[in-house]
């Protein structure tokens, strides 16, 4: 990132070559004037043109493409699915996978450091297009007693007395979760990278964490065990996955014959 004073220097140097002032300069914040308004569009495109000009010569040095993917916890016949897409479109193409939280995707997918994203959220910005392609019915790691052992699906009842473990990775689970949220006794968030920490922490019969209810999920490979049992939340509605990429290149020239073979591969989400 630009330090401020030579990015203020070269504001101020665009300015004057275009010849007025492109920000209102308050004390509190700064917005756009007319002027710089009508100048952001000319600039998404140089700055398009620009991403489009390098991965042209890359691939023009190294004979192939490189798709670069930005990937979270998903079942790995997801991941395999859009490799074999990329590679029916473009044999000779280069599928490098890169782990990211799904806001961490939507940058590097607008600074054009990603081709594509796995993503479980949307955001507003037109900059960017989405094609569900998994959904998922969400779950709770809970310690293996009898209680818990007996149920066939959660409610937030039963979850009074346990401490609800926030681990990365939740971030599917919204709003329409607070009900259990709200009836534990504690929110304890999480983050370990000892193998086995988290699962460790639900047998010890005082905690619980939200998951996936299908085995073939990363997150229930990952905390299933003799001592934690897993159990689909009742009524909630399924976890969205989405295929993202950056709008302005679904083009002919470039992303839209992947696109559109994506779109066809995945014509329905993956139900898990």
Known sequence: MMAASPLSRSIQQ??????????????????????????????????????ALRREMNKRLQGFAEYYVGIRSVPSELITGLIGVVKRVDPSASVRLESLDSFAQMDRLINGKLTFGLVNRRVDDRRLDYWEVLRETPALALPNRPEYAELEEVRPENLRGLRLLLQPGTAPFGSEFDPYRETVTELVPVETEIIGGLSAMIAAGDSCCFTMASPKSPWYKYLAGDDVIIRPLADSPKSSTYLVWRSDRDTENDLGPTISAARDYFDQPVEN
């Open 14 to 51: 665009l300015e004057l070559e275009i010849g007025g002032a492109l920000f209102v300069r308050g004390t509190r914040k700064v917005a756009l004037t007319p002027l710089g308004i009508a100048l952001v569009p000319h600039a998404e495109k140089t700055i398009a043109d620009m991403d």
